[in-house]
């Protein structure tokens, strides 16, 4: 999800993306052509964990600008 954001250093958009925390992955590595036939069962909880990446302006005398 974009939303913008409006700030001294900051300009453009805020990017958010968040995914549950897996506590369990039984039957691993039997769904795969040398294992099969088989079944995963992944388990996953919330809340989850939570990444913000901001797009801000770069300073004049930044490096690699």
Known sequence: MA???IGA???GLAFRATAP???ADVGG???TWFGSPG???HLAVG???VA???VRAAAPDEPGR
Do not use: K, M, Q
Request: proline letters at 10%.
């Open 21 to 23: 925390v897996r506590v």
């Open 9 to 11: 250093d900051h300009v």
């Open 39 to 41: 079944r995963v069962c």
């Open 47 to 49: 809340p989850g964990v």
């Open 29 to 31: 590595w039997t769904d």
């Open 3 to 5: 939303e913008p954001v």
């Open 52 to 54: 913000t990446a901001t």
